[in-house]
């Protein structure tokens, strides 16, 4: 069983029933990365614009291979244009946070 990827879907809000693109539909790949937190904040993005969105953890066995795997998040193939755009647009939006003007020397004079 460890060898199987494992599913979980990550439900937008108590009324949503099942926000798991259709099996029966084309999925593509849209973000992947090694930390989970990471995945599930970038799930909540997409889901929250409308966007459903499988996460799925591929995991390896780590007494074969240690520090192998990962969270991938699987869209729509009609959806993964516009859940990339959403992804680098909060990319952006986060890097402009980190690189934004603080005072630190305790004057209460606004920076301007």
Do not use: W, Y
């Not at 244009?81 to 690189?99: G, K, P, V, Y």
């Amino acid at each position: 069983m460890a060898d199987r990827p494992k599913s979980d879907s990550v439900p937008a809000g108590p009324a949503s029933v099942d926000e798991s693109p259709s099996p029966n539909k084309a999925l593509v790949r849209v973000f992947d990365t090694e930390q989970e937190s990471e995945a599930l904040i970038v799930n909540g993005l997409l889901q929250s614009a409308g966007i459903q969105s499988d996460l799925t953890s591929l995991d390896a066995p780590q007494d074969i291979l240690p520090g192998v795997g990962g969270t991938v998040i699987l869209v729509r193939e009609e959806d993964a244009q516009r859940a990339r755009e959403l992804i680098q647009e909060s990319r952006r939006a986060a890097a402009e946070e980190d690189t934004a003007e603080v005072d630190v020397s305790g004057d209460p004079t606004p920076l301007g």
